[in-house]
Nanobody
């Protein structure tokens, strides 16, 4: 069984920084893609950033230049460094992982439980 454990959310003032972490644990053969999504109250969930095991990245236009995603394949962990945070970044941030599961189980997707990020003065 695979689980995603997130950490790093919290309350920060506008212009501040936070670093989110998401570690995948359990029976994992390899990582295909990991990423972060967010959902603000009353809004649909949106992709923030994704990264492949090879390091190819994608960012939402709204966060490009402020957020940086990185991956540690040895630790099955993805990080999201968030700088110059704005009130509109306030949301529940959820980690997603698309993983190769061993013993012929193929690729499967997993979600973390979500962590709250609040940007407010």
């Amino acid at each position: 069984q695979v689980q995603l454990g997130e950490s790093g959310g919290g309350l920060v003032q506008p212009g501040g920084s936070l670093r989110l972490s998401c570690a995948a644990s359990g029976s994992i053969a390899s990582i295909s893609v990991m990423g972060w999504y967010r959902q603000a109250p009353g809004k649909q969930r949106e992709v923030v950033s994704t990264i492949t095991s090879g390091g190819s990245t994608n960012y939402a236009v709204s966060v490009k230049g402020r957020f940086t995603i990185s991956i540690d394949n040895a630790k099955n962990t993805v990080y999201l460094q968030m700088n110059s945070l704005k009130p509109e970044d306030t949301a529940v941030y959820s980690c997603y992982a698309f993983l190769l599961i061993p013993y012929g189980q193929g690729y499967k997707g997993y979600w973390g439980q979500g962590t709250q990020v609040t940007v407010s003065s």
